[in-house]
């Protein structure tokens, strides 16, 4: 779970790839850098993520069965929604529970 805005987007075969910039990671069982590529495996750009917004994102590391492939991989009914303070606020409460 981490907070970032949206650089630039573009689709890659069959899938869609945004480059973020982390502002703030929440919670993350492996490390981020300051930029990353987030993946969805799909062109219809779902969900809506517009460049130069800001969003919360629960994305999931996705290794591959060969493990030569890497990557950040946001679902189409993964968690994506623009950020504001209240949604800073209860993803903060919410790590104190977790």
Not at 34 to 56: I, M
Not at 75 to 81: F, I, K, L, P
Request: aromatic share 10%; net charge positive; hydrophobic share 30%.
């Amino acid at each position: 779970v981490f907070q970032g805005r949206i650089l630039a987007r573009r689709l890659v075969g069959q899938e869609t790839r945004y480059e973020v910039e982390v502002k703030t990671p929440y919670r993350h069982r492996s490390p981020l850098v300051r930029r990353e590529y987030v993946w969805v495996p799909n062109a219809c750009g779902c969900p809506p993520l517009r460049e130069g917004d800001e969003y919360l994102l629960m994305a999931r590391r996705h290794v591959n069965y060969e493990r030569t492939l890497n990557r950040i991989l946001l679902q189409e009914d993964g968690y994506a929604r623009p950020w504001t303070p209240r949604e800073d606020r209860l993803v903060r409460e919410a790590a104190r529970h977790c």
